[in-house]
């Protein structure tokens, strides 16, 4: 509302302003200086009272008002090079003017009017084609502005989470003595962007703050780490985020989590962690954080109303700063009304129903999670599988077969149970809680059949059903039944249909011409091959030798190896004994002369 001026005041601007209307070129000033003089004010007061008491006159409207002489092409061709000028951030390098008159050099537009009048050709100035292009919505301006978005929700508390991580510019580690332990507060004037090395020497003890967000109720969670954005830190705050705390009512395990496109968060490890826990990930495209802007959202409350009072109440360390955060959490959870649903966050997330609050594991058995994956198991006769040192019964499981594989994974959510998991043809997996089987003092199986007292038997697998249909193809039966009575009696499979050996009564016949060939010269006489000698070594002829009465000593052993030096030809053994033994009497004549 305007201020109030006295009457004398008013009555003195409005003629102030007449005479203005009437006065001759250059005595406009000397008037205004009158008046302000007159009244104690100043000139630019005077100004500003004229503005506020006098009536303003439409200004008339322009003939062409409304009317472009820009052609759409030409909108388009000078809107895309503006856009091609854009750098990150989306700052735009090029003026309207600047990329008109490149246009223009090269020929891609002309931006130009004819004067009705005169039939003169005038370019078109800066303006209006500025006008023009916001009025085809080609202006830069307009394209990049956020495309128009469409509301989301969520069915019930913990049905979707959100969580983003951010760093904590304001504070770090530096734990290098008595006086400097803690979190402290960065100095601006010692690290900012012109300080490239003192940033760097404090990257690994600088805070990260993991936010997590209700989607349905809105509650907020805080879980801060040292190091930097990592799969490890992820699933170490998602584990925090997930347990009972205290009184906090906010817990369990959600059944979607959005989160952003980093690689942090799409990691194996993280991962792995969610499908254990049966968690769907869900990654907003990048470039759209608007998916996820709750949890931006949360950031900037936890800065604001947490954060802020760090200052005046430092904390040692990272647990202290964790256990302070927690306080937060409860108070302003509890006691802060959200404005979509009129409701403090704790109360709107306490209407979560029995069947939707799955209940996290421990922290060691999520941590042991982390790092778990699927273990090959082969099915018993039995319909069942070793898999940790116990063993569970697969029964139920849709299609199984006795003798194959099937991957088993720990089940976080009952501690007398497994998971069966199988991976369909889309990659997504489907689990199968199995139960345990539990045995009496004796050994058996509890549900196990009495002798004498009945008999159950496994439903069919599939396996089985395929036995039977192949079973009752075989023998052209309509039942079970029909199929055991017909191969019973032995009759002839496939009712007779099926001639083995009509492949060959099909086969074309086939002619050969005649090969030329020469005649085998047959051997009309008998006549007997020699078999040669066998080869003794010369200890295999000494001991022949020996046995047939030659006495064998150095002597004749050298005078053998110097007769036959390859070995003895066995029908060779009755002439060497003749030889060796005439010669040995020899010598005993000639001795006996002397």
Request: net charge positive.
């Amino acid at each position: 509302m305007p201020p109030s001026y006295s009457p004398y005041v008013t009555q003195r601007v409005l003629a102030l302003s007449t005479a203005l209307q009437t006065a001759e070129r250059g005595q406009a000033g000397g008037l205004v200086r009158e008046c302000a003089a007159e009244l104690a004010l100043s000139v630019p007061t005077v100004y500003r009272i004229m503005d506020q008491v006098t009536l303003k006159t439409q200004r008339k409207q322009r003939s062409d008002a409304g009317t472009v002489s820009l052609s759409r092409q030409e909108a388009v061709d000078i809107s895309a090079y503006l856009m091609s000028s854009l750098r990150k951030g989306n700052k735009r390098l090029l003026s309207i003017g600047q990329a008109v008159a490149e246009l223009r050099a090269n020929g891609i537009v002309r931006a130009q009017r004819i004067d009705a009048a005169s039939g003169e050709v005038i370019p078109l100035s800066e303006s209006a084609i500025s006008r023009a292009l916001k009025g085809y919505k080609l202006h830069p301006d307009q394209l990049l502005r956020a495309a128009p978005g469409k509301e989301m929700q969520s069915l019930h508390p913990n049905h979707v989470w959100q969580i983003d991580a951010s760093l904590c510019v304001l504070y770090y580690l530096k734990p290098t003595g008595p006086r400097d332990a803690g979190l402290q507060v960065m100095d601006h004037d010692k690290f900012y962007k012109n300080k490239p090395a003192n940033l760097k020497a404090i990257e690994a003890d600088r805070v990260w703050r993991y936010a997590v967000t209700d989607h349905n109720s809105g509650a907020i969670f805080v879980h801060y780490v040292m190091g930097a954005e990592s799969g490890a830190n992820l699933a170490e705050s998602f584990i925090a985020a997930i347990q009972q705390r205290g009184t906090s009512p906010f817990h369990g395990v959600p059944f979607i989590l959005m989160m952003d496109m980093g690689s942090a968060n799409t990691s194996g490890l993280f991962k792995q962690l969610a499908r254990r826990l049966q968690v769907e990930i869900i990654a907003h495209a990048p470039g759209n954080a608007r998916a996820t802007g709750q949890v931006e959202n949360a950031h900037n409350i936890i800065e604001r109303s947490f954060e802020s009072g760090l200052r005046l109440t430092p904390v040692q360390d990272l647990a202290g700063l964790n256990t302070l955060a927690q306080r937060w959490i409860a108070w302003f959870n509890g006691t802060q009304v959200h404005s979509r649903h009129g409701k403090t966050r704790f109360d709107a997330w306490m209407t979560i129903a029995a069947e939707q609050l799955r209940i996290a594991p421990s922290p060691e058995l999520c941590r042991q999670l982390v790092n778990h994956k699927p273990e090959k198991r082969k099915v018993s006769v039995m319909l069942t599988v070793q898999f940790g040192g116990a063993e569970y019964d697969v029964s139920s499981i849709p299609g199984i077969v006795v003798g194959e594989s099937v991957m088993m994974a720990i089940n976080p959510y009952q501690a007398d149970a497994a998971t069966v998991v199988e991976v369909g043809a889309d990659g997504k997996e489907a689990l199968h809680s199995v139960p345990l089987v539990a045995r009496n003092e004796a050994g058996f199986r509890e549900d196990a059949n009495v002798i004498g007292e009945g008999y159950t038997r496994h439903a069919d697998t599939l396996a089985d059903t395929n036995r039977k249909l192949v079973e009752r193809t075989i023998m052209d039966a309509p039942t079970d039944e029909a199929a055991e009575a017909a191969r019973k009696a032995k009759a002839r499979p496939f009712g007779g249909r099926i001639d083995p050996y009509k492949v060959i009564d099909d086969a074309p016949e086939r002619t050969f011409l005649p090969r030329k060939g020469e005649a085998l010269a047959v051997q009309t006489t008998t006549a007997a091959t020699p078999v040669p000698a066998r080869q003794l070594t010369h200890f295999e002829a000494g001991q022949w030798l020996t046995a047939n009465g030659v006495q064998m000593g150095r002597e004749v052993y050298e005078k053998l190896r110097a007769w036959h030096a390859d070995g003895v030809p066995e029908d060779q053994l009755a002439t060497l004994k003749d030889r060796l033994t005439v010669r040995a009497g020899l010598r005993v004549v000639a001795g006996g002369s002397k």
